[in-house]
Structures are given as structure tokens and as C-alpha cells.
């Protein structure tokens, strides 16, 4: 009898312990398949795949995106509501009929400057025409009221009554410290083709072009992301979305993308908007004087900016500033010539308009001239243009 009840012990412990081992291995199945379903980092360390990749990065990893590729899709659309299509018109009225006809002009690009409804564009984009249209990002198209332009800048700001909603001003970046090699972007229209995206980096700084005014714009950006007809008056961009320049111009024979495009710098873009939304023009000082064509002064062999009349009553003439005139024996004889203003040289009548808009009305400065072969320099106060 005791031999019987010692095997039924050995019997129960044994059951139990099968039991006691069932139930454990279950508790640690979980964490067993968790450690197989975690991904190894580099360092050896197991990293849960919940925390190593966000939901973008993984369906992005699924799709075999790098993160070049996933930077610029953000960075696209995350600019592109701030970017519109531009349309423009003329109105004809048929001599016997009477009837009033809108022939389309042309097409560029522009973008939202802010909650008001402020469009900002080139200038030859709205060049001549009678009626101009802008389509936002969500296709609503707007009626566009112009508001001021500069032409000297290629640059013109128009109104839309948008609601408050639909506009998503570009963000505003710098352009003074751009390097050649760094990327940008260029968002535009080209050829009528919406919402267009086209990268490269920054070729060349410190580039001069020539306005529709005739006057050399300076300091423009050179790109070789393609600009094509319809990206004018669009955004270039820098890797964080920010406004750099305003797409303007390409050199090409064939008037498409040829890898050389010029943008207005922001820097430049940034002090022109305000003063046309406020004035409708730009309000550059004006030192009270008429100046010679170049072409004289050239001919002449000289350097600077030649003075043929000083208004009557301007600080010019309180300056004691002489214009060019003539003796009673009918010779010439010349006024002063400009040849420097603040820290500025000036070469000629385009260096001297380019140094004034570094100036308000209302600031001293001093003016180089060069009077009878000698220099001499006089302190005055910049008017306002008339």
C-alpha cells in the first residue's frame, strides 16, 4: 500500500509540473514573436517597427522612394497652393457691328504674397493687355485687378477677391546668401501645363539682365532648372519652400529651356511689392536733375552722369549742383558730371538710378562731381519723384 500512494505522488508532482511548464511557455510566446517580428538597427539593437518608421516612410518604402525623392514631393506640395496660372486678353469692338470680342494674349505664372489677395507676376506677363484672369491651386478662377508695376524691375502686382481660404501666401525667404551648387526649384506653367515642378541649382549669381524699361536689372539669380514660357512671374524656390526669386527670363535662341534661366531676387522682390501695393509704381528718389542720353556721354569719352538741367527750386539747385549750358558765343559748355553718390561709383545714368533705389526720399547724402577736371562733393536731400 505505501508503494502505491508513493507512485501516485510521483504521478501528481509530474502532472504538475507539465502544467506549470505549459503555462509559462504560453507567457513568453508573445514576447518570443515580438522580438522575431523587430527589426535589427545597425548597432545590433532590436527596434520595434512601429517606432522606427512613421506611416509615410513606410508606405513611402513601400513605393521605393529615397528621401531626395520624398523632400521634394513635400516640398511640391507644400508650395503649390501658394502658385497660380495667369491668363491675359484684349477687347476688340468690331468697327460695323459693334460687337465686343476678347482675343486671348498670353499665359505666365504668379503666387499668393499674402491674405489680401495680392498676386505677384512679371511685368511682360500683363504687358499690354486689357483683361487678366488668375486660376488658384484648387482651379477657382478670379477676376484680377492690376495694381501697380514696375516695369524697370519686370515686375507687376495684381487683386484678386479670393476668399481668405482659398490663398496660401508663399513663404518669404533671402537671397543674399545664396551659393552657387545649392538646388532650387522653379513651380510654374509652362506652355499652358499647370502646377509644373522642374529642380537645378543656382548656376551664377550677380548676373545683369535687361528690363522691358530698357534699365539692367542687377544681381540676378542664374539657374539651370527649365524655365519655358509660362513659368515667367513663378516662384524659385530653396530646399526649405522659401521664396528666392521670381522666374523671369531664359536665354535661348529657340525660346525654350536651354539650361540658362534668370530670376529677380527676392531681396530685390521684397521691398518693390510693397511700394507698388501702396503707390502703384515705385517711388524712387530723385536728386532734382536731367540727366544727358549715354550715348553723349559716350561720345564725349566720359565717365558718369552727365547734368543738363537742374529743376528750379530742388535741393540739387541749393547744392549749387551746375547744368550743362551755353555761352553767348553759342559753345557748350558742360554741367557737372556725376561720378559717385553715398558709397557708390557711378559709371553712368544707370549706375546712378540703380544706386538711388538703395536711398529713401528725405535721406542726406553725398554726391561726387566732377566739375572743370576736378572733383568736388556737395550734401543734399533726396526729393521724391515727381
Not at 535589427?40 to 528621401?67: C, F, H, M, Y
Amino acid at each position: 500500500m505505501p508503494n502505491q500512494l508513493r507512485i501516485l505522488l510521483w504521478i501528481a508532482l509530474l502532472g504538475l509540473g507539465f502544467f506549470a511548464g505549459v503555462a509559462w511557455k504560453g507567457k513568453d510566446a508573445p514576447a518570443e514573436a515580438e522580438k522575431d517580428s523587430a527589426i535589427i538597427s545597425d548597432n545590433g539593437n532590436a527596434v520595434e517597427p512601429s517606432a522606427s518608421l512613421p506611416a509615410a516612410r513606410k508606405t513611402a518604402a513601400s513605393n521605393g522612394l529615397n528621401p531626395e525623392e520624398l523632400a521634394n514631393i513635400k516640398l511640391f506640395e507644400d508650395a503649390a497652393p501658394s502658385v497660380c496660372f495667369i491668363t491675359t486678353s484684349n477687347v476688340r469692338t468690331d468697327y460695323f457691328t459693334r460687337n465686343v470680342t476678347e482675343i486671348p494674349r498670353g499665359t505666365g505664372s504668379g503666387f499668393v504674397w499674402d491674405m489680401k489677395g495680392h498676386i505677384v507676376t512679371n511685368y511682360h506677363v500683363i504687358q499690354g493687355a486689357d483683361r487678366a484672369t488668375v486660376t488658384l491651386a484648387d482651379r477657382s478662377t478670379w477676376e484680377a485687378k492690376l495694381v501697380g508695376i514696375a516695369p524697370e524691375k519686370d515686375l507687376a502686382v495684381l487683386l484678386i477677391e479670393a476668399p481668405r481660404n482659398t490663398l496660401s501666401p508663399i513663404p518669404i525667404g533671402v537671397s543674399e546668401d545664396l551659393r552657387v551648387g545649392q538646388s532650387v526649384y522653379a513651380i510654374g506653367n509652362p506652355f499652358g501645363l499647370d502646377q509644373t515642378l522642374t529642380t537645378g541649382i543656382v548656376s551664377a549669381l550677380g548676373r545683369e539682365i535687361e528690363s522691358v524699361a530698357g534699365i539692367p536689372i542687377r544681381d540676378v539669380i542664374q539657374t539651370d532648372a527649365a524655365i519655358n514660357p509660362g513659368n515667367s512671374g513663378g516662384p524659385l524656390l530653396d530646399s526649405s519652400g522659401r521664396l528666392i526669386g521670381v522666374n523671369t527670363a531664359i536665354f535661348s535662341p529657340s525660346g525654350a529651356s536651354a539650361g540658362i534661366g534668370f530670376s529677380i531676387p527676392v531681396d530685390v522682390v521684397r521691398w518693390v511689392v510693397p511700394e507698388l501695393i501702396e503707390y502703384g509704381k515705385l517711388t524712387r528718389p530723385s536728386l532734382g536733375v536731367e540727366l544727358a542720353r549715354q550715348q553723349i556721354v559716350t561720345r564725349l569719352g566720359l565717365e558718369g552722369a552727365l547734368v543738363i538741367y537742374v529743376e528750379e527750386g530742388s535741393t540739387a539747385e541749393r547744392a549749387g549742383i551746375r547744368p550743362t549750358t551755353r555761352d553767348r558765343y553759342g559753345s557748350i559748355r558742360l554741367g557737372d558730371i556725376i561720378i559717385g553718390l553715398g558709397k557708390e561709383q557711378i559709371k553712368s545714368n544707370n549706375d546712378l538710378l540703380l544706386a538711388l533705389e538703395k536711398h529713401k526720399p528725405g535721406e542726406l547724402v553725398s554726391v561726387r562731381l566732377l566739375r572743370d577736371n576736378k572733383e568736388i562733393e556737395v550734401n543734399l536731400e533726396l526729393e521724391q519723384t515727381k
